[in-house]
């Protein structure tokens, strides 16, 4: 490793404070040339300017100022975490059109070179995906990749709020310069609407991104030299990317040649429309879109309904879902990158929603090649959660009935606020007078009553607003009951003794997925295939869905029986670059996949808290275990 020079000088002044120093007499001290002294006096005194700490007193003579001691604040070594190392050096590489040294790296850094090396190896995996490559030669790092490829990696790194360019302030640290976003995004608004675009918050933020981006790589002179092929583009995409082009032209001193004005015409076509779908007959939208669209989203709709043994999707659903994948696949042949902020909260709020986009997604990366990232699987989860959400409120209503003392019918008031209030949460199946219920009483779980009854919620014949609120009480503790014994009846039936362990290590989380996976099969739950099926869904998106935990699972014709197995860990593992301290792997046979959502829903939801997690890895007995869940789940 190479010395940090610069602190090696300043040390070499620091431990003589009151002498004055020759440039020769420092050569020989430190081995370094005395030209490459004066250089790093230079970058020392550049460190505290305006004031100069180490100053020349006569020619080849230097020494401290006398107040260098209020000076040495300015050389303090900044602590980065590896995440801040990552972003700082992949933004070097971005904005650079030279290689870096990998010493000088190290220095600015204050880290050793296999601390930059071990660095350079994540990041190779992170950037993998966009065809994206960093070798070192020579002691210089290189980053080769197309320009779209390059910018879309950037686009990654401001958008990922791990590796995001916090660090600098304002400034984003994978840009040159601030680029007055909000001037730019009022003037393309009037363009796509002089366009007639359909357009949303969503779509302008990433034409947003996409165009400063774009500035501050022309403004470095990279720009995109393979020409779209095969992707149509209207008039009006092209009209609009012409007059944005002219736009920034006129505004950031950049040229946009012919090549980058059709890629950004390309770009404007997968996230604008000129046309209002949501009005279109579904038996005519087949007319506006392509055919691989059309039997892509056939396939994949019918793949679900299946594997999660879901009800059918309506042809309403099937116009707007035919929309996102054409869209989706129309990014995907042009290379191009779309964010969603919101990606991690639907991960973590609707874990099974996300489990049947990954398994789209799958779906999708087999029939065309391309892979998904997990932005594009967070948006097919909005789509398909809008749809199964609405759904699955109705079947997880509690039945209720409501009994009334008639008279002149004024119970009918009190139906009314109820179904306003609570409507989306129980079906009031009947209301029937007193004398009725007494001579044929109806089971519900919800009772409500104007007369005092056993286990009836009792109201006034005009309900009041503390009555509504204790109703509300009422049916949440219902359903939490529900979904708990629901829960815990499949729990102990996949969850055994026999398939607890513990510390199971490995080099890496795929060997201690294959450990735990031959366990398993030794015990008859699974099949050779079946820890491949879970790997090929953890390639697409982590389970990891809440810190200290991972989750990784599978709906399987490979698994004999359906299993909970839990591996607890006495010190934390590194998983998908987090820490974890327990493993749950699931496995679901194929006749048992309709149970899949509730447990799912019901693990990820019991772990959400950090002290969950925690206790149930300090478990040593499967009956602790079983004691723990059961203490939060109530």
Known sequence: MRENRSKEILEAFIKRPDLTQSIKELSTKTGISERQIKNYIRQINGQTAPKTIIQSVDSGLFKLCDNYQELLSAFQQPEYLPKERISIILSRLLLSKISLNIYDLAEELYVSRPTIESDLKRIKKMIAPFNVTVSVSNDHIIISGSEKSLRRVTSYMITNTEYSGFLIGNKNLFLRDDYQI?????????????????????????????LVIAIDRLKNHCEIEETPINIHVANAEIQAASMIADFL???????????????????????????????????LIKNYLEDESFSLTKHILN??????????????????????????????????????P????????????????????????????????????????????????????????????????????????????????????????????????YETPIAADIVISEIELDNAIFVSPFITADQLKEIGRCIDKKLHSKESDNFNLSFRQMFTENIFFQNIYGKDKYEILETIGKELKEKDYVDDTFIESVLNRKRLSSTCFTPGLAIPHAISSNVKKSFISFTCYKRNLTWDDKSVCLIILIGISY?????????????????ELPTAINEVARCTSYEEIIQTINKFIQ
């Open 342 to 437: 919101m990606c991690r909260d639907i991960q973590q709020t609707y874990p099974f929603i996300y489990d049947i986009a990954v398994f789209a997604a799958e779906i999708i990366q087999k029939e065309t090649g391309y892979y998904i990232n997990k932005d594009e699987i967070s948006l097919i989860a909005l789509h398909i959660g809008s749809f199964i959400e609405g759904k699955q409120l109705n079947k997880n209503k509690l039945s209720a009935i409501y009994i009334y003392a008639d008279y002149h019918g004024f119970y009918q008031n009190n139906v009314l606020s109820l179904q306003q209030k609570y409507g989306d949460q129980f079906n009031l199946q009947y209301c029937i007078s007193i004398l009725d219920y």
């Open 591 to 607: 006749p048992d996949r309709k149970t899949f959502r509730s447990v799912f829903n019901q693990l990820v939801k019991l772990f």
């Open 182 to 210: 909000d001037f730019i995004k009022n003037n393309i608004i009037v363009i796509f609407q002089k366009c007639n675009f359909i357009f949303n918050d969503f779509s302008v933020n990433n034409i947003l991104l996409h």
């Open 303 to 340: 793949r679900i309904t299946d594997h999660y043994y879901l009800d059918p999707f309506d042809d309403i659903f099937f116009t707007r879902f035919v929309l996102n994948i054409n869209y989706l696949l129309k990014r995907l042949h042009s290379n191009f990158y779309t964010h969603n």
């Open 249 to 283: 032209e006129d505004n950031y001193s950049i040229k946009y040649s012919k090549v980058e004005r059709m890629n950004l015409a390309v770009f404007l076509s997968c996230n604008l429309a000129t046309m209002d779908y949501s009005v279109v007959n579904p038996n």
